[in-house]
């Protein structure tokens, strides 16, 4: 099986900053990435897939890049209503795997 | 619009069985492959089971491989996730999620989720 390591596991940052989150796949993917982002108490929603994709509605602040092993989900300048837990996903086989997750949240 | 509504969820003792539902609507289900995927309280999301859109290919997690068995009816727009042999770390959020047009593997869009709680 694929294993996805993301990191960090959390972050604080502030309005406006730019964060980036990586992922790590244990081999190589090509660009058979998603990412999502669950807010508080809600299900998980697709951000990204193919690695830098946008999902239709998704604010143009986040972005992605990558292929192979490691990937980056960006977001250019946080705003209050992106505090949630992003979570990368391997698309490559089955089975899914996704990467433990990474806690964002407003300093 | 697209909605996926779980249904079935409970408290249910260990080694006992459990039926889940999953009612789609606002597209073609029988064009769609469909998955289940199950998140532990204060986890994050586990794949379980992929579905293709005929039915004739199923895939497993190794953790459920023997106990779950996925189906799907689509003269009857459902789909189904019979559990068996319940253990206690089954304990989770259920949510079906349909695979995305071409890329069956991408789960574009997730239903409410139902718990499932296994405990003496």
């Known amino acids: 099986d694929i294993q996805m390591t993301q990191s960090p596991s959390s972050l604080s940052a502030s309005v406006g900053d730019r964060v980036t989150i990586t992922c790590r796949a244990s081999?190589?993917?090509?660009?058979?990435l998603a990412w999502y982002q669950q807010k508080p108490g809600k299900v998980p929603k697709l951000l990204i897939y193919?690695?830098?994709t946008l999902q239709s509605g998704v604010p143009s602040r986040f972005s992605g890049s990558g292929s192979g092993t490691d990937f980056t989900l960006t977001i250019s300048s946080l705003q209050p209503e992106d505090v949630a837990t992003y979570y990368c996903?391997?698309?490559?086989?089955?089975?899914?795997?996704f990467g433990g997750g990474t806690k964002v949240e407003i300093k | 619009q697209v909605q996926l509504v779980e249904s079935g969820g409970g408290v249910v003792q260990p080694g006992r069985s459990l039926r889940l539902s999953c009612a789609p609507s606002g597209f073609s289900f029988s064009s769609f492959a469909m998955h289940w995927v199950r998140q532990a309280p204060g986890k994050g999301p586990e794949w379980v089971t992929l579905i293709s859109y005929d039915g004739s290919n199923k895939y497993y997690a190794d953790s459920v491989k023997g106990r779950f068995t996925i189906s799907r009816d689509n003269s009857k727009n459902t789909l189904s996730l019979q559990m068996n042999s319940l253990r206690a770390d089954d304990t989770a959020v259920y949510y079906c999620a349909r695979g995305a047009t071409g890329w069956e593997l991408l789960l574009d869009h997730w239903g409410q989720g139902t718990l499932v709680t296994v405990s003496s």
């Open positions: 996903q391997n698309l490559n086989s089955a089975p899914l795997t």
């Open positions: 081999q190589g993917i090509s660009n058979f």
């Open positions: 193919a690695a830098a």
